[in-house]
């Protein structure tokens, strides 16, 4: 069965630290995606990353980067100098590589709070 | 395209009436997606079309539950005799199928659903 575990609830941060957000995932497939979801107070879910399991080079976009560990189950989210705006819900995802995004699995988000 | 658009942004009804929540996917998009969203969790998966086709329902989707996409463009989500269970955050989301398989869902704001 697929299972994404955010085990920080919520996180705080002063604007400028860095911060790292874990996602640990399960799942008996061999091939399959992971994403990164950010939900601002809005509401609207928005794409951040997909990632592919043959591919585990990190991935870094602005402030974002992405640490993918294939051995460890991890797909680790880092914001560096975090600002304000990147206070929102986290969302780490997972569906299997035959379905696509038909069905993701959703972890239970991580609720960053940056303060200035 | 201004993105997803769902309908109503709330709803408040009382304890065994029905109510109807539409989206309106990016107008390209083939695919489309319903989840819903209780306070503290991820989204969940509740069924998805691939134009006028539901290919895919979940099991959190009861018979009270029905989707529609009659034309392969917007999509209606009924839920009836709705019971207090049911107060969530309903989002929709569309995405294009690509040949990757790997689709990134678009989400919409979502219809937030209070049952007295």
């Given at each position: 069965?697929?299972?994404?575990?955010?085990?920080?609830?919520?996180?705080?941060v002063v604007e400028k630290e860095d911060v790292?957000?874990?996602?640990?995932?399960?799942?008996?497939?061999?091939?399959?995606?992971?994403?990164?979801?950010?939900?601002?107070?809005?509401?609207?879910?928005?794409?951040?990353?997909?990632?592919?399991?043959?591919?585990?080079?990190?991935?870094?976009?602005?402030r974002?980067?992405?640490?993918?560990?294939?051995?460890?189950?991890?797909?680790?989210?880092?914001i560096t100098a975090s600002q304000v705006?990147d206070s929102?819900?986290?969302?780490?995802?997972?569906?299997?590589?035959?379905?696509?995004?038909?069905?993701?699995?959703?972890?239970?988000?991580?609720?960053l709070?940056v303060?200035? | 395209?201004?993105?997803?658009?769902?309908?109503?942004?709330?709803?408040?009804?009382?304890?065994?009436?029905?109510?109807?929540?539409?989206?309106?996917?990016?107008?390209?998009?083939?695919?489309?997606?319903?989840?819903?969203?209780?306070?503290?969790?991820?989204?969940?998966?509740?069924?998805?079309?691939?134009?006028?086709?539901?290919?895919?329902?979940?099991?959190?989707?009861?018979?009270?539950?029905?989707?529609?996409?009659?034309?392969?463009?917007?999509?209606?989500?009924?839920?009836?005799?709705?019971?207090?269970?049911?107060?969530?955050?309903?989002?929709?989301?569309?995405?294009?199928?690509?040949?990757?398989?790997?689709?990134?869902?678009?989400?919409?704001?979502?219809?937030?659903?209070?049952?007295?």
């Open positions: 069965a697929q299972k994404v575990t955010q085990a920080q609830t919520e996180i705080s790292t957000l874990d996602c640990v995932y399960e799942t008996r497939d061999t091939t399959y995606y992971l994403f990164w979801y950010k939900q601002p107070p809005s509401g609207e879910l928005v794409f951040l990353i997909r990632r592919n399991s043959f591919d585990e080079q990190n991935e870094i976009s602005g974002y980067s992405w640490n993918f560990q294939k051995s460890t189950s991890s797909f680790n989210f880092t705006v929102a819900v986290y969302f780490c995802a997972l569906s299997d590589f035959q379905t696509g995004a038909n069905n993701l699995f959703f972890g239970t988000g991580t609720r709070t303060i200035p | 395209d201004t993105g997803v658009s769902q309908d109503p942004r709330h709803k408040i009804t009382k304890r065994g009436q029905n109510v109807t929540f539409r989206c309106d996917p990016i107008s390209e998009h083939n695919r489309l997606y319903w989840y819903r969203q209780t306070l503290g969790q991820g989204p969940e998966f509740l069924t998805y079309f691939q134009n006028e086709a539901q290919l895919e329902k979940s099991r959190l989707l009861s018979d009270r539950f029905s989707a529609e996409r009659p034309k392969g463009s917007f999509s209606t989500l009924e839920i009836q005799r709705t019971e207090q269970g049911d107060s969530a955050m309903y989002l929709c989301a569309s995405s294009l199928r690509g040949d990757s398989g790997a689709n990134v869902l678009t989400f919409g704001a979502g219809s937030r659903l209070t049952v007295l």
